[in-house]
């Protein structure tokens, strides 16, 4: 299997980025589209299977707060058809960074999330720092 082929990261990343702007923006039918239709999803304090347990989740959730960042973000490749994203993201006035990775896989329709994880230190587990 070939690593980090540069079409495959170059691809995943521009869809990554546009799924964040998506999720910034609220855009709950644009973000909902990066998802495979069977796609798991880890929140912090939930969890979907599925676009309309996703669907429903997300049209009952606020907006984010403003000035969302991220920090250390990585895309790999694996193979041709599979990637993984992983980053910290942040909020001003916020010291701890949460944690988000996604896998994504090359579907006939395109690439899409097809499981996701989002996740908050706990207060005793070492974290960096938000800047």
Request: proline share 7%; hydrophobic share 40%; charged share 25%.
């Amino acid at each position: 299997m070939i690593l980090d082929l540069p079409d495959v990261v170059s691809e995943v990343s521009a869809a990554f980025e546009a799924y964040e702007e998506a999720l910034v923006a609220n855009d709950v039918d644009r973000i909902i589209g990066f998802f495979a239709g069977d796609a798991v999803r880890f929140g912090i304090a939930d969890q979907q299977s599925g676009a309309a347990e996703q669907e429903r989740w997300r049209r009952a959730q606020p907006t984010l707060p403003p000035g969302r960042h991220l920090k250390d973000t990585t895309v790999r490749g694996y193979g041709r058809d599979v990637a993984i994203v992983t980053t910290l993201f942040g909020y001003p006035g916020r010291e701890i960074l949460g944690r988000q990775s996604q896998t994504w896989a090359r579907l006939p329709e395109g690439w899409r999330i097809v499981h996701a994880h989002v996740s908050e230190p706990g207060p005793d587990a070492p974290v960096r720092q938000s800047r």
